[in-house]
């Protein structure tokens, strides 16, 4: 469903994403690694249409979106949520999230009724129970925890109903405990809504307790691709990993 | 959700009552006056704070469409050629047209950029009035007064029909603009306004929700200019001078841009002072000025938004010293 | 509109010199205060809307210092360091105390500020038109261009002006302390890191900004007439300038005031009437084909 094909682009002189090409099946959970600076945010940003890449292909849903915009990617179907959370501070989590759904619905210029909308209610409390924050519904978004901050930004791409889901290091700024909890969470989320996603994350066994298929990107290309078994015992990962993060080494060391 | 809207009928009934009550108890002219100038006033701030308060957009020109309501109508009551109820929807209808091309240039731009040309349009518009001298009267204002031929029975003429006529419009303005408020349409300005970036990956159309409200505050504020203009018979290049959009912005401080009514308690509060400032001295700019520069740096915020967020930490504290006294109690 | 009158002075050499010595005048009247703009909104990040006041308060410092001394000299450095002075103050005391809070706040101070020199103008000058005159210094006959006759003063003014717009290019670009400020305008927490008083430049930049106001202000009392509210119109034309110029691009800022200057020269002659909507024109083209104006770096979008 989803695939790019040599995608590449550079800033100034600094290539930040060269020739990559990889394909996620309808369905699958994919783990984005790699060292910082990989170009893994830029990544998205060129999935997702908030940035143009200068040559490649990005094709969804049977057709290149390249040189579409953001906007009519997420209309598109795919969704994504943000590595420091984007939230709306003003507003509860309950009506940020109206707001997506009404957005989704493409009711956003609806003028003479009152919101919230009656169609947007059932979708609304369904996504808060899906990521357990129903009890905080009227709550600010800007007064919440930090871990409820990404769970909401990622409420609000589920708003959009994707059927590719982006998530940029959903579990970025938690304790150890926290990371589970969350990942526990993205996992049980795909496995009810089927969608396909692609998730950005640092936690080493976190990527290999959960992701069916790993992609690790250095210096803006793919170093190497695999199920976790594979990029364990994949030699160019642990080189690229030595110095900057033993743990991996010292994971792969484990099997 | 009806009661909400149970709850707006209420309260516009209240204030419809209100305004109407008022001057039949005070039968003065002067407090009638003072009324239809904070209603017109009024208007300009409200539709200002759906682009201040609800879309994060500080528009420093909205005066223009102030003063393009008080000159179309004008011109055309003049002309002779429609009836009032007929001008007022050519005027707002006019007004929204030429928002409509001044915001397709304005709403792109990042935040101050989009303070300081929607300025710049306003001085355009202004520069326009001054020189087109034949059409406008220029400095001098559209002179000849303002007729107001009866229609549907009704004869403006007389002061309490006018002030009547005057509570209608406005009420009428302030229903649409809470309509707008609590809408689904409201809801999306707010996602703007708090974060345009991750609104448009949620699927809103960023550029033209704020065309769309740009457009239409424009058209609301040219009615509070149809309204002065037919108080006063007459249009000036004031109207739509830099200092009125000033005085907007701050009358949206005074009364809190957070507040749906908030404007038009500053509309009211800002009329008090100059009234006062006008009785004691002549230099109004430098008491204006100095009040807007100790509430600002005082308070860093809109007076009324202080005082409610002054409640809001006051509730806030109380609940936690309630809850701290209920878990000691427990224990 | 009058194209044969616009097409008859350019065939004059005389007009056209006329003319052309009007254009650069306010072109580099525009070219300083709106360098001081763009300066001021690049390292800072605030558009200072009370910047057209500086201007004015400048005039009137030069007019009120040329009173008291006939010294032009002294009229000039009046204008020039008093509304540095009070730019530096205005950052300090009252500037300062909203960055960060949102764009209302800043434009609240500035309007407040507009309203207060304003009145205090009004109030200490008169609200009456006043004539500084030409100084003594420049009552000499006017320069031969190629048929056209230039007051002695207007080439005086244009040359002081491109000196300290030379001026301010190289300080900005050449020097230390240049290269201190682009820094602090793109990233303030390094510049602070590196033991330098981020307050201070702060504070500095600003007042350097308000001195160029002061400047333009100074340099054009001899040849206005002086009034409270002066300043407005020279605000729009100069923010006219920083767009199509682009923000934070001195260079860019010294074209676009030059056809700022052109358009309202040879516009009078040809389409008084249709100067303002040229200009305005030109900005919305500038918007919409390249917002980041002709020289700038950051986008206006």
Same mark, same amino acid.
């Given at each position: 469903m989803l695939s790019v094909q040599n995608l590449s682009k550079s800033f100034g002189g600094v290539q930040a994403t060269r020739d990559v090409s990889i394909d996620f099946p309808d369905g699958s959970l994919t783990a984005i690694i790699g060292p910082n600076g990989?170009?893994?945010?830029?990544?998205?940003?060129?999935?997702? /249409?908030?940035?143009?890449?200068?040559?490649?292909?990005?094709v969804f849903a049977g057709q290149d979106i390249v040189g579409r915009?953001?906007?009519?990617?997420?209309?598109? /179907?795919?969704?994504?949520?943000?590595?420091?959370?984007?939230?709306?501070?003003?507003?509860?989590?309950?009506?940020?999230?109206?707001?997506?759904?009404?957005?989704?619905?493409?009711?956003?210029?609806?003028?003479?009724?009152?919101?919230?909308?009656?169609?947007?209610?059932?979708?609304?409390?369904?996504?808060?129970e899906l990521l357990g924050l129903s009890s905080k519904a009227n709550t600010l978004s800007r007064n919440l925890s930090?871990?409820?901050?990404?769970?909401?930004?990622? /409420?609000?791409?589920?708003?959009?109903?994707?059927?590719?889901?982006?998530?940029?290091?959903?579990?970025? /700024?938690?304790?150890?405990?926290?990371?589970?909890?969350?990942?526990?969470?993205?996992q049980h989320l795909w496995e009810v809504k089927k969608m396909t996603v692609l998730f950005i994350e640092h936690d080493m066994d976190i990527v290999f307790k959960i992701a069916q298929a790993i992609h690790v990107l250095k210096y803006g290309a793919v170093l190497a691709q695999g199920t976790a078994d594979e990029i364990r015992r994949n030699q160019d990962v642990i080189d690229a990993y030595l110095g900057t993060d033993h743990h991996l080494a010292h994971a792969a060391g484990q099997e | 959700m009806k009661s909400g809207v149970l709850r707006d009928l209420a309260v516009g009934a209240v204030l419809v009552a209100l305004l109407l009550v008022l001057p039949i108890l005070f039968p003065k002219p002067a407090l009638r006056d003072f009324l239809i100038y904070v209603m017109a006033y009024g208007l300009l701030a409200m539709s200002l704070n759906l682009l201040v308060g609800l879309t994060g957009l500080v528009s420093f020109g909205h005066a223009a469409f102030f003063a393009s309501g008080a000159y179309m109508f004008g011109l055309l009551m003049q002309s002779g050629t429609v009836g009032i109820p007929v001008a007022m929807l050519a005027t707002v209808g006019g007004t929204a047209v030429l928002a409509l091309v001044i915001g397709a240039i304005c709403v792109r731009l990042k935040e101050i950029y989009f303070s300081f040309i929607t300025l710049a349009f306003q001085m355009f518009i202004h520069s326009i009035i001054l020189t087109w001298v034949s059409l406008t009267g220029g400095d001098q204002g559209l002179r000849g007064g303002i007729p107001r031929p009866p229609f549907l029975g009704i004869d403006l003429n007389d002061a309490m029909t006018l002030y009547v006529f005057c509570v209608v419009v406005f009420i009428l303005c302030i229903a649409i603009m809470r309509q707008v408020w609590r809408s689904p349409f409201g809801f999306t300005l707010r996602m703007i306004r708090d974060n345009p970036t991750r609104a448009n990956f949620l699927g809103a159309d960023v550029v033209r929700v704020k065309l769309?409200?740009?457009?239409?505050?424009?058209?609301?504020?040219?009615?509070?200019?149809?309204?002065?203009?037919?108080?006063?018979?007459?249009a000036y290049p004031e109207f739509g001078f830099w200092t009125t959009s000033g005085e907007a912005i701050f009358m949206i401080m005074l009364g809190g841009s957070q507040l749906f009514i908030g404007p038009v308690i500053g509309a009211v509060l800002l009329r008090l002072l100059d009234h006062f400032v006008t009785i004691y001295t002549d230099h109004h700019g430098l008491v204006l000025g100095a009040v807007i520069l100790v509430i600002v740096l005082g308070l860093r915020q809109g007076v009324a938004d202080y005082i409610v967020d002054w409640l809001e930490r006051r509730r806030e504290t109380r609940a936690a010293a309630a809850s701290v006294a209920s878990e000691k109690g427990a224990a | 509109m009058n194209l044969e009158a616009l097409a008859s002075c350019l065939?004059?050499?005389?007009?056209?010199?006329?003319?052309?010595?009007?254009?650069?005048?306010?072109?580099?009247?525009?070219?300083?205060?709106?360098?001081?703009?763009?300066?001021?909104?690049?390292?800072?990040?605030?558009?200072?809307?009370?910047?057209?006041?500086?201007?004015?308060?400048?005039?009137?410092?030069?007019?009120?210092?040329?009173?008291?001394?006939?010294?032009?000299?002294?009229?000039?450095?009046?204008?020039?360091?008093?509304?540095?002075?009070?730019?530096?103050?205005?950052?300090?005391?009252?500037?300062?105390?909203?960055?960060?809070?949102?764009?209302?706040?800043?434009?609240?101070?500035?309007?407040?500020?507009?309203?207060?020199?304003?009145?205090?103008?009004?109030?200490?000058?008169?609200?009456?038109?006043?004539?500084?005159?030409?100084p003594e210094a420049f009552a000499l006959p006017p320069l031969e261009f190629g048929g056209g006759f230039v007051p002695a003063y207007y080439v005086f003014m244009i040359l002081a002006s491109l000196a300290i717009g030379i001026g301010l290019w190289l300080a900005i670009e050449k020097t230390r302390l240049g290269k201190i400020v682009r820094a602090l305008a793109i990233n303030p927490p390094m510049v602070s890191a590196l033991g330098i008083n981020t307050t201070m430049l702060y504070a500095g930049v600003f007042g350097v900004g308000s001195l160029l106001a002061g400047i333009a202000g100074a340099l054009a009392a001899p040849t206005r007439t002086l009034t409270p509210g002066m300043g407005l119109s020279i605000l729009i034309e100069s923010f006219i300038v920083t767009v199509i110029g682009g923000m934070g691009s001195i260079v860019g800022a010294l074209i676009a005031a030059l056809l700022i200057g052109f358009t309202r020269a040879f516009g009078a002659i040809g389409f008084p009437l249709f100067v303002d909507g040229l200009m305005f024109a030109m900005m919305a083209l500038v918007l919409i084909l390249k917002p980041s104006g002709l020289l700038g770096r950051e986008p206006a979008r």
């Amino acid at each position: 469903m989803l695939s790019v094909q040599n995608l590449s682009k550079s800033f100034g002189g600094v290539q930040a994403t060269r020739d990559v090409s990889i394909d996620f099946p309808d369905g699958s959970l994919t783990a984005i690694i790699g060292p910082n600076g990989a170009g893994k945010t830029t990544f998205f940003n060129l999935i997702s /249409g908030a940035i143009r890449p200068d040559a490649g292909k990005v094709v969804f849903a049977g057709q290149d979106i390249v040189g579409r915009s953001s906007l009519e990617v997420v209309r598109l /179907g795919m969704a994504r949520a943000f590595q420091v959370a984007a939230l709306f501070p003003s507003l509860t989590v309950k009506d940020a999230v109206t707001a997506a759904v009404t957005s989704h619905q493409r009711k956003s210029w609806t003028l003479l009724q009152r919101f919230p909308l009656e169609g947007t209610q059932h979708r609304t409390d369904e996504i808060l129970e899906l990521l357990g924050l129903s009890s905080k519904a009227n709550t600010l978004s800007r007064n919440l925890s930090h871990g409820d901050q990404k769970l909401l930004d990622i /409420g609000l791409a589920l708003a959009m109903d994707p059927k590719v889901l982006l998530l940029d290091e959903p579990t970025a /700024g938690m304790g150890p405990d926290e990371r589970w909890r969350m990942i526990g969470k993205v996992q049980h989320l795909w496995e009810v809504k089927k969608m396909t996603v692609l998730f950005i994350e640092h936690d080493m066994d976190i990527v290999f307790k959960i992701a069916q298929a790993i992609h690790v990107l250095k210096y803006g290309a793919v170093l190497a691709q695999g199920t976790a078994d594979e990029i364990r015992r994949n030699q160019d990962v642990i080189d690229a990993y030595l110095g900057t993060d033993h743990h991996l080494a010292h994971a792969a060391g484990q099997e | 959700m009806k009661s909400g809207v149970l709850r707006d009928l209420a309260v516009g009934a209240v204030l419809v009552a209100l305004l109407l009550v008022l001057p039949i108890l005070f039968p003065k002219p002067a407090l009638r006056d003072f009324l239809i100038y904070v209603m017109a006033y009024g208007l300009l701030a409200m539709s200002l704070n759906l682009l201040v308060g609800l879309t994060g957009l500080v528009s420093f020109g909205h005066a223009a469409f102030f003063a393009s309501g008080a000159y179309m109508f004008g011109l055309l009551m003049q002309s002779g050629t429609v009836g009032i109820p007929v001008a007022m929807l050519a005027t707002v209808g006019g007004t929204a047209v030429l928002a409509l091309v001044i915001g397709a240039i304005c709403v792109r731009l990042k935040e101050i950029y989009f303070s300081f040309i929607t300025l710049a349009f306003q001085m355009f518009i202004h520069s326009i009035i001054l020189t087109w001298v034949s059409l406008t009267g220029g400095d001098q204002g559209l002179r000849g007064g303002i007729p107001r031929p009866p229609f549907l029975g009704i004869d403006l003429n007389d002061a309490m029909t006018l002030y009547v006529f005057c509570v209608v419009v406005f009420i009428l303005c302030i229903a649409i603009m809470r309509q707008v408020w609590r809408s689904p349409f409201g809801f999306t300005l707010r996602m703007i306004r708090d974060n345009p970036t991750r609104a448009n990956f949620l699927g809103a159309d960023v550029v033209r929700v704020k065309l769309g409200i740009f457009v239409l505050a424009g058209s609301m504020a040219s009615v509070g200019g149809v309204l002065l203009a037919l108080f006063v018979s007459g249009a000036y290049p004031e109207f739509g001078f830099w200092t009125t959009s000033g005085e907007a912005i701050f009358m949206i401080m005074l009364g809190g841009s957070q507040l749906f009514i908030g404007p038009v308690i500053g509309a009211v509060l800002l009329r008090l002072l100059d009234h006062f400032v006008t009785i004691y001295t002549d230099h109004h700019g430098l008491v204006l000025g100095a009040v807007i520069l100790v509430i600002v740096l005082g308070l860093r915020q809109g007076v009324a938004d202080y005082i409610v967020d002054w409640l809001e930490r006051r509730r806030e504290t109380r609940a936690a010293a309630a809850s701290v006294a209920s878990e000691k109690g427990a224990a | 509109m009058n194209l044969e009158a616009l097409a008859s002075c350019l065939s004059t050499s005389a007009c056209a010199v006329t003319q052309v010595s009007t254009a650069l005048i306010i072109g580099m009247l525009l070219f300083m205060v709106a360098s001081g703009l763009s300066l001021i909104f690049g390292v800072l990040g605030v558009i200072n809307f009370a910047h057209g006041a500086f201007y004015m308060v400048g005039a009137y410092f030069a007019y009120a210092a040329y009173q008291a001394t006939e010294s032009f000299a002294v009229a000039f450095l009046a204008g020039a360091l008093g509304v540095g002075l009070i730019g530096i103050l205005f950052e300090r005391f009252i500037m300062s105390r909203v960055y960060g809070k949102d764009v209302l706040m800043q434009l609240l101070v500035c309007y407040a500020a507009i309203l207060i020199f304003d009145d205090l103008v009004k109030i200490i000058a008169g609200p009456e038109y006043k004539m500084m005159g030409m100084p003594e210094a420049f009552a000499l006959p006017p320069l031969e261009f190629g048929g056209g006759f230039v007051p002695a003063y207007y080439v005086f003014m244009i040359l002081a002006s491109l000196a300290i717009g030379i001026g301010l290019w190289l300080a900005i670009e050449k020097t230390r302390l240049g290269k201190i400020v682009r820094a602090l305008a793109i990233n303030p927490p390094m510049v602070s890191a590196l033991g330098i008083n981020t307050t201070m430049l702060y504070a500095g930049v600003f007042g350097v900004g308000s001195l160029l106001a002061g400047i333009a202000g100074a340099l054009a009392a001899p040849t206005r007439t002086l009034t409270p509210g002066m300043g407005l119109s020279i605000l729009i034309e100069s923010f006219i300038v920083t767009v199509i110029g682009g923000m934070g691009s001195i260079v860019g800022a010294l074209i676009a005031a030059l056809l700022i200057g052109f358009t309202r020269a040879f516009g009078a002659i040809g389409f008084p009437l249709f100067v303002d909507g040229l200009m305005f024109a030109m900005m919305a083209l500038v918007l919409i084909l390249k917002p980041s104006g002709l020289l700038g770096r950051e986008p206006a979008r």
